[in-house]
């Protein structure tokens, strides 16, 4: 048996590499699956030119650009309602190996207690390098990290690993398990929105699994980073305003009372920190972003 996977791949202004993944993807030995293109409000007519060059893609059109969290969801109802048992985010900037989908479901299938899983994820300009290789979390300090990050593969990395977190890059789940938990909280717009979804995964008693068989390789970045580096760096300030008020808001959501007194210092010290880097190189949009993120952070809650 081999039950049907929906892939959703978010695409907004970035032809090629939603057709490159896609090119991938016709690789994969993996029988069952079909691609749901989310076209996040792109202007450049490259939702409509990737389902006309691959007419066997489904394509959901939105109007705008609605986020990484909520077009993700507009892939997720779309498993729900036509009742594939899985659904996976995967970035539209990654290469996979061919057997990457099948070492994922197959051990799924296997093991129950698992509620979501990822590959093992390499950067795609140095696939020696490791992207992903586990993702972890520090809670007395407040802190994920995915552990070789810009290192080779190290031998944890050659192991099947309960993690605390998966990132959104490749995140396999299934949809009797988005049913029980929810979708992506919609107001993080970019970044935790996938560390939240996987501490509600976790805190129903399933596990989270890093499997160290299945590989992808990620070209990283190409989101959120200008090809010419301008006055303020290549990434946007925007950027680091959704960084700050969304890992505030993590905290905020999953922080135990007892850690905040650690988790505050580590905040302080990191942020002051990006602080002094900005003011020192005049990156004074990057700073406005950073202040204005921490400030809505710590003054909001997400829906």
């Keep these: ?21 896609i090119q991938s993807l016709q ?15 792109s202007m450049d007519g490259s939702g409509n030119l990737l389902k006309a060059n691959f007419p066997h893609i489904n394509l959901i059109a939105s109007a705008t650009n609605e986020g990484f969290a909520a077009g993700n969801n507009r892939g997720f109802e779309y498993a729900i309602q036509h009742d594939f048992p899985y659904a996976m985010m995967l970035n539209n900037d990654v290469f996979v190996e061919p057997d990457f989908l099948s070492k994922l ?11 979501a899983i990822q590959p093992k994820i390499f950067f795609n300009h140095d696939r020696a390098k490791i992207w992903n290789g586990g993702s972890y979390y520090l ?7 995915s552990k070789r990050y810009q290192l080779k593969a190290g031998a944890l990395q050659s192991q099947f690993q309960v993690v605390d977190w998966i990132t959104g890059c490749a995140f396999l789940t299934k949809t009797s398990i988005l049913k029980e938990v929810g979708l992506l909280n919609e107001a993080f717009f970019i970044y935790y929105e996938d560390a939240d979804l996987s501490f509600r995964i976790r805190s129903k008693g399933y596990q989270l699994l890093f499997h160290p068989q299945s590989v992808i ?14 006055k303020e760096g290549y990434a946007s300030p925007f950027v680091h305003y959704l960084n700050s008020r969304n890992h505030i808001w993590f905290l905020k959501i999953w922080t135990k009372w007892y850690q905040w007194p650690t988790t505050f210092l580590t905040l302080f010290s990191y942020y002051l920190s990006n602080m002094l880097y900005f003011a020192l190189r005049r990156r004074i949009g990057k700073l406005k972003s950073l202040l204005r993120g921490i400030s809505h952070g710590f003054k909001s809650i997400p829906n």
């Design 1 to 21: 048996m081999h039950p049907k996977v929906g892939i959703i791949l978010l695409n907004w202004n970035s032809y090629d590499h939603s057709s490159n993944c």
């Design 27 to 41: 690789q994969c030995d993996y029988p069952n699956f079909e691609i749901i293109l989310v076209d996040n409000g």
């Design 217 to 230: 390789y990620h070209i990283a970045g190409s989101s959120n980073k200008t090809k010419v580096k301008g």
């Design 105 to 115: 479901v197959e051990y799924m299938e296997s093991h129950p207690s698992v509620g």
């Design 139 to 145: 809670p007395w300090l407040g802190w994920p990290y």
